[in-house]
């Protein structure tokens, strides 16, 4: 069986403790999920969106309709559908692998609480991070093949911003649930519900749809509309960034507080 | 705690644990001595799983202190010290969209070792069979489960090993298999091995050292030959003539058409013998009795109940 105590730790991969740096605890997270096809799950919902946004652009297209704005106008209203639920499917099966599996009480004799539930945080913020940063490729695509005007950069960054911060929202809370209830039930129902209110929220008058998360994807848009008669016409406004500062301020809170209380909770 | 700490592997002193008004483990001493396997004793609700949660910091003690291998265990040192412990806490972890292997090799990363572990302890758990190594964990019986929660417990060869309750839920051949190998791990690695059950009989059989907990209190603590010897024994004794032996010897007591009398030396039983014989009385069986294992169990536990 070789030679007893063996302990051949890695220093590259580990720290002082023994814990896993950074990356590998990111790329064992990664392998926990194997098999669990949460990138097709994340690559499905887009591509459910992606072809909603070109069903608008391509197959009904305005004559000498030009403005990409139609497609940042559209494009959070899908994701006020789609991402919420998204960020807590991610989110709830990244935490449900240890629940189901009962594997905190292994894991937390060989890894910090702590450093289990930042490792889990920014793993689930990371994969969102790809989703947004691949919607917003998609986007740019998709403006020049419905010979729409290119998206300025600028806007991209803002749309980016915008989206993933409202994600990152979505998917701290649903940690937060998963690992402090430990029920996968309680992340799904926020996501249903997330999704189902953040779309009809924007119905309701400005002072209500802050209230709901997931609307901060529309409220954090720099374009509107204006119908007069026939003509629709879409119009650039400020970035509206105290409801980002607002929304990173209630991730933090969200976040740092389920931290503290995963950190506390006795198994 | 720490004057002989090179042959203890885990001690506690005074360790409690309050849940509101509620004690489940309350001024607890534990001793065990390196290189045995210690068995953890007590009836369902006793404070067992808890005190081991205690020992690996999963649950915070209210009050009391705990050493293991040597070391004072605080929430500063505890994962460096808990990296010599392999655990298995009440029922084994495990990954059951992954196969064997893939759950070993997160273990394995995470404790920083050599892939080669991995092979070995699937050896020594027996569950290197290429057919179980291609199926999902989800597919294992709970043996299997039982058999790779012990082999992730084993990984690295740590000098001690905590198993909450390792053969529950199995079928008797289960349970005789891992009884098997928890007594081969001293002799194999030189582990220590704690482990707990509610079962008499388990822990009779595999351990060599027991703590008896009961009510959050250790009420026995010591060798298994000890705890034998802490029984009482006595003579019981067959005769033609049980009235008129009785009367013979003062102090025998009938007990369902036996004598039971005080348990002698040889040459004191010989005396005993002659004695009847020269009366007339015939002695029909005589025989040296002990308190069972279970009776001695219950009278320190105060139960009346079987466990």
Redesign the interface.
């Given at each position: 069986?070789?030679e007893?105590?063996?302990?051949?730790?890695?220093a590259a991969?580990?720290g002082v403790?023994?814990?896993?740096g950074l990356l590998?605890a990111l790329g064992?997270e990664t392998?926990?999920l194997?098999?669990?096809h949460l990138l097709l799950v994340a690559i499905g919902m887009l591509a459910m969106q992606l072809l909603w946004l070109a069903y608008v652009v391509l197959v009904h297209p305005s004559d000498g309709f030009t403005d990409y704005r139609i497609l940042l106008f559209q494009i959070p209203l899908l994701n006020a559908v789609f991402l919420p639920l998204l960020s807590c499917v991610v989110s709830s099966t990244e935490c449900d692998?240890e629940t189901?599996?009962?594997?905190?009480?292994?894991?937390?004799?060989?890894?910090?609480a702590g450093a289990l539930f930042w490792i889990k945080w920014l793993f689930s913020a990371g994969l969102m991070a790809a989703v947004v940063t691949l919607q917003t490729v998609v986007l740019t695509i998709l403006a020049g093949a419905g010979g729409l005007d290119a998206i300025p950069a600028g806007e991209l960054v803002v749309y980016w911003v915008s989206t993933f911060a409202v994600c990152v929202f979505c998917t701290s809370l649903a940690q937060a649930l998963s690992l402090l209830t430990r029920s996968q039930f309680a992340p799904m129902v926020v996501g249903v519900a997330l999704s189902f209110f953040g779309l009809f929220s924007m119905y309701f008058p400005e002072s209500v749809t802050r209230l709901v998360p997931s609307a901060y994807f529309a409220l954090l848009s720099t374009v509107e509309v204006s119908v007069q008669g026939k003509t629709v016409m879409y119009l650039s406004h400020p970035w509206p960034w105290g409801y980002l500062v607002a929304l990173l301020a209630a991730t933090a809170a969200v976040s740092v507080l389920a931290a503290h209380a995963f950190k506390r909770k006795?198994? | 705690m720490a004057s002989n700490a090179s042959e203890i592997a885990v001690a506690t002193r005074c360790l409690t644990k309050s849940y509101g008004d509620e004690t489940v483990v309350s001024n607890l001493d534990m001793t065990v001595p390196r290189g045995v396997v210690y068995g953890f004793l007590g009836p369902n609700g006793a404070g067992k799983s808890t005190t081991m949660?205690m020992l690996?910091?999963?649950?915070?003690p209210t009050d009391g202190q705990a050493s293991v291998l040597g070391v004072p265990m605080t929430p500063e040192n505890r994962?460096?010290v808990?990296?010599?412990?392999g655990?298995l806490?009440?029922?084994?972890?495990?990954?059951?969209?992954?196969t064997a292997r893939?759950n070993l090799?997160?273990?394995r990363?995470?404790?920083?070792?050599?892939v080669?572990?991995i092979d070995?302890v699937l050896h020594?758990v027996r569950l290197d069979d290429p057919s179980v190594q291609r199926k999902?964990?989800g597919h294992f019986s709970l043996g299997m489960k039982q058999r790779l929660g012990i082999a992730?417990a084993l990984m690295?060869?740590?000098?001690l090993l905590l198993l909450d309750e390792p053969t529950n839920g199995l079928d008797p051949s289960g349970i005789h298999e891992i009884r098997a190998l928890i007594k081969r791990l001293p002799q194999?690695?030189?582990t220590t091995v704690v482990v707990s059950s509610h079962l008499l009989s388990e822990i009779d059989q595999m351990a060599d050292h027991v703590g008896i907990i009961n009510k959050g209190r250790m009420v026995w603590q010591g060798s298994m030959a000890s705890l034998h010897a802490h029984g009482k024994h006595w003579f019981a004794l067959r005769t033609t003539d049980n009235a008129l032996a009785a009367q013979a010897l003062g102090g025998a007591v009938t007990d369902d058409g036996e004598l039971r009398i005080k348990a002698v030396d040889d040459a004191a039983a010989g005396q005993i013998t002659l004695g009847l014989a020269r009366q007339g009385i015939g002695i029909v069986r005589l025989e040296s009795r002990e308190e069972s294992l279970e009776d001695i169990f219950l009278h320190l536990t105060g139960m009346e109940a079987t466990l």
């Amino acid at each position: 069986m070789g030679e007893r105590h063996a302990r051949t730790t890695k220093a590259a991969t580990q720290g002082v403790s023994g814990e896993l740096g950074l990356l590998p605890a990111l790329g064992l997270e990664t392998r926990k999920l194997r098999h669990k096809h949460l990138l097709l799950v994340a690559i499905g919902m887009l591509a459910m969106q992606l072809l909603w946004l070109a069903y608008v652009v391509l197959v009904h297209p305005s004559d000498g309709f030009t403005d990409y704005r139609i497609l940042l106008f559209q494009i959070p209203l899908l994701n006020a559908v789609f991402l919420p639920l998204l960020s807590c499917v991610v989110s709830s099966t990244e935490c449900d692998v240890e629940t189901r599996g009962n594997m905190f009480k292994s894991l937390l004799t060989m890894q910090r609480a702590g450093a289990l539930f930042w490792i889990k945080w920014l793993f689930s913020a990371g994969l969102m991070a790809a989703v947004v940063t691949l919607q917003t490729v998609v986007l740019t695509i998709l403006a020049g093949a419905g010979g729409l005007d290119a998206i300025p950069a600028g806007e991209l960054v803002v749309y980016w911003v915008s989206t993933f911060a409202v994600c990152v929202f979505c998917t701290s809370l649903a940690q937060a649930l998963s690992l402090l209830t430990r029920s996968q039930f309680a992340p799904m129902v926020v996501g249903v519900a997330l999704s189902f209110f953040g779309l009809f929220s924007m119905y309701f008058p400005e002072s209500v749809t802050r209230l709901v998360p997931s609307a901060y994807f529309a409220l954090l848009s720099t374009v509107e509309v204006s119908v007069q008669g026939k003509t629709v016409m879409y119009l650039s406004h400020p970035w509206p960034w105290g409801y980002l500062v607002a929304l990173l301020a209630a991730t933090a809170a969200v976040s740092v507080l389920a931290a503290h209380a995963f950190k506390r909770k006795e198994l | 705690m720490a004057s002989n700490a090179s042959e203890i592997a885990v001690a506690t002193r005074c360790l409690t644990k309050s849940y509101g008004d509620e004690t489940v483990v309350s001024n607890l001493d534990m001793t065990v001595p390196r290189g045995v396997v210690y068995g953890f004793l007590g009836p369902n609700g006793a404070g067992k799983s808890t005190t081991m949660k205690m020992l690996l910091g999963l649950v915070h003690p209210t009050d009391g202190q705990a050493s293991v291998l040597g070391v004072p265990m605080t929430p500063e040192n505890r994962l460096t010290v808990l990296r010599s412990v392999g655990t298995l806490i009440e029922s084994p972890g495990c990954y059951p969209h992954l196969t064997a292997r893939e759950n070993l090799e997160i273990t394995r990363e995470l404790r920083g070792l050599p892939v080669s572990e991995i092979d070995d302890v699937l050896h020594v758990v027996r569950l290197d069979d290429p057919s179980v190594q291609r199926k999902k964990v989800g597919h294992f019986s709970l043996g299997m489960k039982q058999r790779l929660g012990i082999a992730a417990a084993l990984m690295g060869k740590p000098p001690l090993l905590l198993l909450d309750e390792p053969t529950n839920g199995l079928d008797p051949s289960g349970i005789h298999e891992i009884r098997a190998l928890i007594k081969r791990l001293p002799q194999m690695f030189g582990t220590t091995v704690v482990v707990s059950s509610h079962l008499l009989s388990e822990i009779d059989q595999m351990a060599d050292h027991v703590g008896i907990i009961n009510k959050g209190r250790m009420v026995w603590q010591g060798s298994m030959a000890s705890l034998h010897a802490h029984g009482k024994h006595w003579f019981a004794l067959r005769t033609t003539d049980n009235a008129l032996a009785a009367q013979a010897l003062g102090g025998a007591v009938t007990d369902d058409g036996e004598l039971r009398i005080k348990a002698v030396d040889d040459a004191a039983a010989g005396q005993i013998t002659l004695g009847l014989a020269r009366q007339g009385i015939g002695i029909v069986r005589l025989e040296s009795r002990e308190e069972s294992l279970e009776d001695i169990f219950l009278h320190l536990t105060g139960m009346e109940a079987t466990l």
